[in-house]
């Protein structure tokens, strides 16, 4: 028994093994980059477009693939793959193309999914009708970045869609059975403790997703984020007040949401703030260490 339900849980459930993601690169823009609606990005983005970790374009996906797995297999004996595609914006180019990536990416035997970062302004019906598919063959994830549900952060944020987009495109891919897993940010400036909350029991009880990815705030160089950051206009959340809010939002979800993120990871080369978070294993341990003595006081025991 788990204090809530793991992706890793999920996926032992559904493949009878650990699985492992092998993070791509499409070689895809998005339209917050490319003048459609802006040319900064989303206030947080990185240069990399979220996608840091993921394996440079070169040559075919296959090549991509191999050097993920060669990478992954260093450490461990890992049999099956998940194929991630997260920088930029994965549905941002002709169907055309997307169909000849994808199929490339889950005709490799041992990936078992297909799980591709977009934004919900990003998915005509031809996109939705490709992934639907695709979903016949192998399954595939959806994660979109919601972020926020309040209209001045995402504003702040330069989203660039309103809220009212996200859930239209949510209804449709569940109507052709293809899960979806949305992006929360906790620490957005302006934003309260009871607007994140807001933001959670929204996904929790009104729309909701398959998975939910619960990020902390990073405040990267080369950002607008990282001026505003220097300017003063607001201060990066402490370990403890993050853990605070992220086990009060754990709580407010139902217990059969998997939960595939709680901290994430911003690059230790171009991470500003907050700086506790480039030592990973001391956050994952305090975490427990936080969790153990919230449910000692709360009276729950686990098995």
Same mark, same amino acid.
């Given at each position: 028994?788990?204090?809530?339900?793991?992706?890793?849980?999920?996926?032992?459930?559904?493949?009878?093994?650990?699985?492992?993601?092998?993070?791509?690169?499409?070689?895809?823009?998005?339209?917050?980059?490319?003048?459609?609606?802006?040319?900064?990005?989303?206030?947080?983005?990185?240069?990399?477009?979220?996608?840091?970790?993921?394996?440079?374009?070169?040559?075919?996906?296959?090549?991509?693939?191999?050097?993920?797995?060669?990478?992954?297999?260093?450490?461990?004996?890992?049999?099956?793959?998940?194929?991630?595609?997260?920088?930029?914006?994965?549905?941002?180019?002709?169907?055309? %193309?997307?169909?000849? #990536? +994808? &199929?490339?990416?889950? !005709?490799? $035997?041992?990936?078992?999914?297909?799980?591709?970062? *977009?934004?919900?302004?990003?998915?005509?019906?031809?996109?939705?009708?490709?992934?639907?598919?695709?979903?016949?063959?192998?399954?595939?994830?959806?994660?979109?970045?919601?972020?926020?549900?309040?209209?001045?952060?995402?504003?702040?944020?330069?989203?660039?869609?309103?809220?009212?987009?996200?859930?239209?495109?949510?209804?449709?891919?569940?109507?052709?059975?293809?899960?979806?897993?949305?992006?929360?940010?906790?620490?957005?400036?302006?934003?309260?403790?009871?607007?994140?909350?807001?933001?959670?029991?929204?996904?929790?009880?009104?729309?909701?997703?398959?998975?939910?990815?619960?990020?902390?705030?990073?405040?990267?160089?080369?950002?607008?984020?990282?001026?505003?950051?220097?300017?003063?206009?607001?201060?990066?959340?402490?370990?403890?007040? %993050?853990?605070?809010? #992220? +086990? &009060?939002?754990?709580? !407010?979800? $139902?217990?059969?949401?998997?939960?595939?993120?709680? *901290?994430?990871?911003?690059?230790?080369?171009i991470l500003i703030a907050p700086k506790w978070t480039?030592?990973?294993?001391?956050?994952?341990?305090?975490?427990?260490?936080?969790?153990?003595?919230?449910?000692?006081?709360?009276?729950?025991?686990?098995?």
């Amino acid at each position: 028994m788990e204090r809530y339900y793991t992706l890793n849980r999920y996926l032992k459930e559904q493949f009878g093994e650990k699985v492992y993601k092998l993070a791509l690169d499409g070689g895809m823009t998005c339209p917050n980059r490319d003048g459609t609606l802006g040319t900064r990005g989303c206030i947080f983005c990185s240069e990399g477009g979220s996608g840091d970790f993921a394996e440079r374009v070169c040559g075919n996906i296959h090549d991509q693939v191999a050097r993920a797995k060669a990478r992954i297999s260093q450490k461990t004996d890992a049999r099956k793959f998940i194929a991630y595609f997260q920088s930029y914006t994965n549905t941002y180019a002709p169907v055309s %193309y997307l169909e000849d #990536l +994808f &199929e490339d990416a889950i !005709a490799e $035997p041992d990936v078992v999914a297909l799980s591709i970062g *977009t934004r919900p302004d990003c998915l005509s019906d031809d996109v939705i009708d490709l992934l639907s598919k695709l979903n016949r063959q192998k399954p595939v994830w959806v994660e979109l970045g919601l972020q926020t549900i309040h209209p001045k952060t995402s504003e702040y944020i330069r989203r660039g869609y309103d809220l009212s987009v996200f859930e239209g495109a949510l209804r449709r891919l569940h109507r052709e059975n293809i899960q979806v897993i949305v992006h929360v940010i906790l620490g957005l400036p302006g934003e309260t403790r009871e607007d994140m909350l807001e933001t959670v029991r929204y996904l929790a009880h009104d729309h909701r997703p398959d998975g939910i990815k619960l990020q902390l705030l990073h405040v990267l160089e080369g950002t607008d984020l990282a001026d505003d950051y220097a300017a003063g206009k607001f201060r990066a959340m402490d370990m403890d007040e %993050y853990f605070q809010i #992220l +086990f &009060e939002c754990i709580e !407010a979800l $139902p217990e059969d949401m998997v939960i595939h993120r709680l *901290t994430g990871d911003g690059p230790k080369k171009i991470l500003i703030a907050p700086k506790w978070t480039g030592d990973k294993k001391r956050v994952l341990n305090e975490m427990r260490r936080q969790m153990d003595e919230l449910d000692i006081r709360q009276g729950r025991k686990w098995k």
